[in-house]
């Protein structure tokens, strides 16, 4: 099993709709975690971290459920410039690499 | 430009030579990490440096890489005897604590 998994998609969703991204990761001891986007052939960027509260910025909302090890992205009133990857990143604890999922691809269309 | 630096963006190199990459991190940022990245997967985590520290290799790095910050400031990634196997991106990435990171745009190596 990978240590972070996620469906790789595409998701292909029209302007305005609301799509949901999971991850599922292994290792219960894990500390940290984030949400990344990347768009093609460009580096990876922080979208944002993800709080045991859960939180939220803008039309996005990122939560986490310890019990069954996954986090979760919600994107709502999707726009054109949302079309990337989304990478799910889980920290160990008392580690210090991040661990990457393979990512999970959105297009949205017109 | 303030954000994380990587030099060359491009390489090509003949199997079996050895290659250089460089990162400069964002300024007074203490963790820099490196990843290697190729078509279709997330980053795959190669080693991580507090200041001039190397606090952590992945199993998976073999005895052909190495890596370096002298310094504490700017790091060095050096491939040794290249393969074609060694073909990807090669991502550098700094953070000033735990919550999250910032990528430099990457060298594309690619052994021919």
């Known amino acids: 099993r990978k240590e972070v998994e996620q469906d790789p998609g595409p998701f292909n969703v029209p302007e305005g709709a609301t799509v949901a991204f999971n991850c599922t990761y292994s290792n219960s001891a894990s500390q940290s975690f984030f949400w990344y986007r990347q768009d093609c052939r460009k580096e990876p960027k922080l979208l944002m971290s993800?709080?045991?509260s859960g939180n939220e910025d803008g039309r996005f909302t990122a939560q986490l459920n310890r019990a069954s090890q996954y986090i979760s992205l919600l994107i709502r009133d999707s726009k054109l410039s949302d079309s990337a990857t989304y990478l799910c990143v889980v920290t160990p604890r008392n580690n210090n690499d991040m661990r990457f999922g393979a990512g999970t691809r959105l297009t949205v269309k017109p | 430009d303030t954000g994380v630096s990587q030099d060359p963006r491009h390489k090509i190199t003949k199997r079996g030579q050895n290659v250089t990459f460089r990162c400069d991190p964002i300024?007074?940022?203490?963790?820099l990490y490196w990843y290697r990245q190729t078509l279709g997967q997330g980053p795959e985590f190669l080693t991580y440096f507090q200041n001039e520290a190397q606090l952590e290799k992945s199993r998976l790095l073999s005895d052909r890489f190495s890596a370096e910050r002298p310094k504490g400031s700017f790091s060095t990634l050096e491939i040794q005897r290249t393969e074609q196997g060694d073909s990807a991106m090669y991502l550098c990435a700094s953070s000033p604590n735990r919550e999250g990171a910032f990528f430099g745009q990457g060298t594309r190596l690619t052994v021919v």
């Open positions: 993800v709080y045991s």
């Open positions: 300024s007074e940022h203490n963790r």
